[in-house]
């Protein structure tokens, strides 16, 4: 059974700072892309951050560049969101995606499996 599991969200004042993490079991993603979405209330689904499957190629929305970095260490199955300058507005529940292709993707159609989530609010 493939987990992906979610953790470091929490409460944050606005210039803040969190660092997510996404551990999966039931199977290796190290040859392949995982991304992180996010999901505000009343909204869509949304992409936030991809990496390939070496770390080497990653993606962000407009909105998050310069702000959040995604990373991965797959000798530990593990890829992280680093998010630094909170603002109100990054306030969701942020999924981890994981997909059985390679390359960076930013549709959530392209992911296979999914976390739970995790809560992060920012306070202004």
């Known amino acids: 059974q493939v987990q992906l599991v979610e953790s470091g969200g929490g409460l944050v004042q606005a210039g803040g700072s969190l660092r997510l993490s996404c551990a999966a079991s039931?199977?290796?993603?190290?040859?392949?892309?995982m991304g992180w979405f996010r999901q505000a209330p009343g909204k869509e689904r949304e992409f936030v951050a991809t990496?390939?499957?070496?770390?080497?190629?990653?993606l962000y929305t407009d909105s998050v560049k310069g702000r959040f970095t995604i990373s991965r260490d797959n000798a530990k199955n593990t890829v992280y969101l680093q998010m630094n300058s909170l603002k109100p507005e990054d306030t969701a529940v942020y999924y981890c995606?994981?997909?059985?292709?390679?390359?960076?993707?930013?549709?959530?159609?392209?992911?296979?499996?999914w976390g739970q989530g995790t809560q992060v609010t920012v306070s202004s």
């Open positions: 039931g199977r290796t993603f190290s040859n392949n892309a």
């Open positions: 990496i390939s499957w070496n770390g080497g190629s990653t």
């Open positions: 995606a994981g997909s059985t292709r390679y390359y960076t993707l930013t549709r959530a159609s392209q992911y296979d499996y």
